[in-house]
């Protein structure tokens, strides 16, 4: 079970944001890599990979989003919130089957 | 690029089955696996299950196991998604996404596909 918090967040333009995922099992793997990745869904639109493994940004992801975390404990950071980063965030893991996705936390301008 | 690209929107009546298809368009699938995941309006997303082309192997989540079936034409570069015994609660928005291996890596999202079961 993946639980995300908080499920909500506003944010004002050029604060930090921080959302926590939390695994109900470890995420590492046998093959010593960790199998979490973060996605954004942005109103109307399919889910876009941010972050793969932890913490490798996908190709055209901002370098101020990043992600942190190993185990079961993980945390998905925007430095400074701009206004093309609402929508919602999930967390996924992909270790075991079934991949499972976290609720969701809704990112919202202030 | 690869773009993958779904059926239009579905509207089916309880008991009956629809087939979802998602192309590969730009390229192929290559050794890429294709996963299913379903969103019902306002909620969150879903993992259905997935098929690696290349090898024809699936797995599905066990809520889905006995009336989900994923399919793959690799000569067609598509792959489909077939759920039977519909009820309203299968009312959703169906996507495929890519995954170059089985990392969790997925991209791209094909559009998605609304299916939308009614009497």
């Known amino acids: 079970v993946m639980t995300q918090t908080p499920l909500s967040l506003s944010v004002t333009p050029g604060q930090p944001a921080s959302i926590s995922c939390r695994s109900s099992?470890?995420?590492?793997?046998?093959?010593?890599?960790?199998?979490l990745s973060w996605y954004l869904q942005k109103p109307g639109q399919p889910p876009q990979l941010l972050l793969y493994e932890v913490s490798n940004r996908f190709s055209g992801v901002p370098d101020r989003v990043s992600g942190s975390g190993s185990g079961t404990d993980f945390t998905l950071k925007i430095s400074r919130v701009e206004a093309e980063d609402v929508g919602v965030y999930y967390c996924m893991q992909t270790v075991q089957l079934p991949l499972t996705f976290g609720g969701g936390t809704k990112v919202e301008i202030k | 690029q690869v773009h993958l690209v779904q059926s239009g929107a579905e509207v089916k009546k309880p008991g009956s089955s629809v087939k979802v298809s998602c192309k590969a368009s730009g390229g192929t699938f290559s050794s890429h696996t294709i996963n299913w995941v379903r969103q019902v309006p306002g909620q969150g997303l879903e993992w259905m299950g997935r098929i690696i082309p290349l090898l024809g192997i699936t797995h599905y989540a066990q809520k889905f196991q006995v009336r989900v079936m994923m399919t793959a034409d690799k000569s067609a570069s598509t792959a489909y998604m077939e759920l039977s015994s519909l009820t309203s609660e299968d009312t959703a928005v169906y996507y495929c996404?890519?995954?170059?291996?089985?990392?969790?890596?997925?991209?791209?999202w094909g559009q998605g596909t609304l299916v939308t079961v009614s009497s």
């Open positions: 996404a890519s995954d170059p291996g089985t990392q969790g890596r997925f991209d791209p």
């Open positions: 099992q470890s995420l590492l793997h046998a093959d010593g890599k960790t199998y």
